[in-house]
């Protein structure tokens, strides 16, 4: 059995390989990466190939002999749309019938209102077209999206915040691992909605203030007066206003959706969040 991990050097690829390796052995794994020698200084003894999502034939010969992928969403924003990009590896994947693709999607992507959610709807409903047995990963918000506002109470001792709604947070990592044991497991639902427990900013600001023992003011700002403190930091207000726009698929109420099917598939509990900022902090 071959398993592969597409997008595989970054933060996300990265984790789900170190729990990948303790699942599997070593050179069952493919790392798919579009810089290989990147990948290589990585992952050391490992099968690398070398492909970008905007290269489908690079792909096609990336998945070759490979039974399960890992399908990492790659970044809005590029030279190439991201819908284009996911499309590609649909194909590629189709091309080689691969027996299994654990795809990392958006919460309830089906439904969802925010603009980040059509390219994973797509994808899903390609995936489901393409007749290929997929699992959706649908995973809510990673913890370290909040760096700004954890370091900012830590360092300044005021953290603000604009958004009003609540998000699912859980580190990184934790996704990572879940989708991991995705790839290697038996049995599957066809859909995961994964997320942390449900919290609000004044939450997330009193676990901050639990991990660092500090007396920290937690902030609420309209979206406007959260740009406009943006600016005052030096930023442009372009910049500003993509900073803030992180924090819209909170407030629309995008990722207020709680289960438990992240605890499930981990088969453990989550890092308490205190414990859990506190990881990000020393990082």
């Not at 690079?58 to 996911?86: D, M």
């Not at 603000?160 to 990572?176: D, M, Q, V």
């Not at 005052?232 to 698929?249: E, I, K, R, V, Y």
Request: hydrophobic share 45%; charged share 20%.
């Amino acid at each position: 059995m071959k398993y592969a991990i597409t997008a595989a050097t970054g933060r996300f690829g990265q984790a789900a390989f170190n729990q990948l390796k303790q699942l599997v052995p070593i050179e069952d794994i493919v790392i798919v990466a579009r810089n290989k020698e990147k990948a290589q200084a990585m992952f050391g003894n490992v099968t690398v190939r070398q492909a970008d999502y905007d290269n489908v034939d690079a792909l096609k010969q990336a998945f070759n002999g490979v039974n399960r992928v890992l399908f990492i969403s790659s970044q809005p924003g590029g030279q190439v749309p991201r819908l284009t990009q996911h499309l590609n590896v649909v194909e590629a994947l189709s091309a080689n019938q691969v027996q299994l693709t654990v795809y990392t999607s958006f919460p309830k992507a089906e439904t969802a209102i925010s603009a980040l959610a059509h390219d994973h709807r797509e994808t899903e409903k390609a995936l489901t077209q393409s007749g290929l047995n997929a699992v959706f990963a649908r995973n809510n918000w990673y913890l370290e999206n909040e760096q700004g506002f954890l370091s900012s109470g830590a360092t300044n001792q005021v953290a603000t915040f604009w958004a009003s709604g609540r998000a699912g947070w859980a580190l990184e990592r934790e996704y990572a691992e879940a989708a991991a044991k995705l790839l290697v497991a038996e049995t599957h639902k066809s859909i995961y909605e994964f997320a942390g427990p449900i919290n609000d900013y004044q939450a997330l600001g009193s676990a901050l203030i639990a991990a660092t023992g500090k007396k920290i003011d937690i902030l609420a700002q309209t979206r406007t007066e959260y740009i406009e403190a943006l600016e005052h930091t030096g930023l442009n207000h372009d910049m500003a206003s993509l900073f803030a726009s992180f924090q819209a698929p909170i407030e629309e109420g995008s990722l207020d959706y709680g289960t438990t099917d992240l605890i499930d598939v981990l088969g453990h509990n989550l890092v308490p969040l205190p414990e859990a900022i506190n990881d990000i902090l020393k990082a």
